[in-house]
């Protein structure tokens, strides 16, 4: 088994400490002390593909800058990294959503994945013109990828929907190869439609058994409709050379957190209507209740796996700390119950970024479950660990 590796790309701005943001946010919520110019984004792409990641996750949002924009122009200060860009269907037409794919992967032949974000936040999809309950986005969500799929097969596309109605539409150009679809959610409506068009099913970091309960969920809807889509997971993480540092920067980030802004961020994020989300404050619901927040240890939800993140952001609220044995192990569990592959960040990203791969990487491509390193990164296997620094 070999795995993938993406990193993520904080337009919004990056720090030392967590930055808000996320599902459940409002605009202007996320800013860091670090400005996401092209020059400092360009700068965590070009360490991905120094280190072999696959591709690098642009978010998408109220909260953040347009990710098409951002990612087409950091195409070109980069040159193998593959740009996994959330968007948002409904926001556009599903005939410029594929026309507008088919011209980036021109450019950038092979280099755009597509990560379709359904919209889990009826005030922030009003605010672009959006009304559409959230079963309503999943059901024009179905219709828009079938349009698009048939688009960038090559059909002239009439459709008739219940949300979407497009008049012979056709491309001028077929990306080739076609981007992959990544897709999340974790509600009943969400399901048919990850099982039916996802290429990769994403779900956050919640603790092993949960993931494998999900991951069996898609898999069997997708059998029912003849489908094997690839699984991935969406986690920070916090590694370094012992346990005692990682907890001890775990630690750190904590520090930085006051009482009002965790409680301004939680009763913002108790709106959202992603299930997801739910599920992520779940996982420290119990520790903000008795004040516990404060020791890192006690938003351990499963070996390494801690819950801080999700304190003051939205979406992903889970990060792997620990030793660079302890997080390959870990990753080592996840691909062992299904993930294919990894959509990683951490803060700072572009400092976090290189902990990971010269600390963590090095571990997995000696299990054989990483080959970037070989693929195209830059030899930094000597920077090998010896077999107790764990």
Known sequence: MTLAFHWFLP???????????????????????????????????????????????????????????????????????????????????????????????????????????????????????????????????????????????????????????????????????VPQLYFGGSSAAAGPVAAEHADVYLTWGEPPRAVAEKIEWIRGLAAERGRKPRFGIRLHVIARDTAEEAWGQAGRLIEALGEDAVAAAQASLARSESTGQSRMRELHERSRADGSWRDPHALEVAPNLWAGVGLVRGGAGTALVGGHAEVADRIAEYAEIGIDEFVLSG???????????????????????????????????AFLPKEDGR
């Open 347 to 381: 803060y700072p990203h572009l400092e976090e970024l290189y902990w990971f791969g010269e600390g963590v990487l090095p571990h997995l491509a000696r299990r054989g479950l990483y080959h970037g390193l070989a693929d195209g990164g830059t030899g930094h296997t």
């Open 11 to 177: 337009t919004y701005g990056d720090s030392r400490f967590i930055v808000g943001g996320g599902h459940g946010q409002l605009a202007g919520a996320a800013s860091g002390d670090r400005r996401a110019s092209i020059g400092y984004l360009s700068s965590i792409v070009r360490a991905a593909e120094e280190f072999g990641f696959a591709g690098a996750l642009t978010p998408t949002g109220a909260w953040c800058e347009d990710a098409w924009l951002t990612t087409a122009m950091l195409a070109r200060e980069s040159e193998r990294l593959a740009f996994l860009v959330a968007f948002r269907p409904g926001l556009v037409s599903p005939t410029l959503a594929a026309q507008m794919a088919a011209t980036f992967s021109l450019h950038a032949p092979g280099r755009l994945l597509l990560n379709v974000v359904t919209g889990g936040e009826a005030h922030e999809q009003r605010a672009y013109g959006d009304h559409l309950s959230k079963d309503e986005r999943y059901a024009r969500c179905d219709e828009f990828l079938s349009v698009v799929r048939r688009l960038w097969a090559g059909e002239t596309v009439t459709h008739r929907g219940a949300h979407l109605d497009i008049d012979a539409a056709r491309l001028p150009t077929l990306p080739d190869p």
